[in-house]
């Protein structure tokens, strides 16, 4: 059995697909509780920074032509184009159109921080992830973002089967259906990894 510190040792934070286009007000997908987790987000990043360790973003993108996923994401369709590449957006909360794939401004990379594009929910699926985190020379996982029961589940789930112990963060994950949020913690602590909380993290980093 891992101890909670070497659930976390040389540990990458992989922040899942906090965009502008989940989590602006206004956003074509957006899901409000995602802005509720941004200060957790910060204090992790500013954790990892400190201890040199990575901080890896995520982004997803949706294909400009008919896939499968339109079938499930509407939005994704040309009359509204959520998350297509290169699609600028206004959200009132800024007044002002940006690059609807973008990570939000609040927690902007920096420059070097690897970030993942995919068009699918889980971050290792047809990405170079895996081969970056190899790299990188990570162990563990420390996951976060949104939606909680759809991408951020996928990509750690997905961490899982690349065994990676997988730490996903209780309040710096969030969704649109709190019930979904609630079982899809629930479950991935059973079987698949960890779940705390960001201060926890941030204490178990050492």
Not at 74 to 89: F, N, V
Request: charged share 20%; with cysteine.
């Amino acid at each position: 059995m891992l101890t909670p510190q070497e659930r976390l040792k040389n540990a990458a934070l992989v922040i899942v697909d906090m965009q502008n286009d989940f989590v602006r007000v206004g956003a074509a997908l957006e899901v409000p509780d995602a802005r509720k987790t941004i200060p957790a987000h910060l204090k992790l990043i500013a954790a990892f920074r400190r201890r040199g360790r990575p901080v890896v973003y995520t982004k997803f993108l949706t294909f400009q032509k008919p896939t499968l996923l339109w079938e499930w994401s509407p939005q994704a369709l040309p009359d509204t184009k959520c998350c297509w590449k290169g699609h600028r957006r206004f959200y009132p909360d800024l007044g002002r159109e940006i690059e609807c794939t973008d990570v939000i401004d609040e927690l902007a990379p920096q420059p070097g921080d690897p970030i993942i594009e995919k068009y699918c929910y889980g971050a290792f699926h047809g990405t170079p992830l895996a081969q970056t985190l190899k790299f990188l020379g990570v162990d563990t996982l420390v996951v976060t973002g949104t939606v909680t029961q759809i991408c951020v589940e996928e990509t750690a789930r997905q961490a899982f089967h690349h065994d990676y112990p997988t730490t996903m963060v209780s309040d710096a994950v969030s969704s649109f259906a709190p019930d979904l949020h609630a079982a899809t913690l629930k479950n991935f602590a059973s079987k698949f990894g960890w779940v705390a909380s960001s201060a926890e993290v941030v204490d178990r980093l050492g």
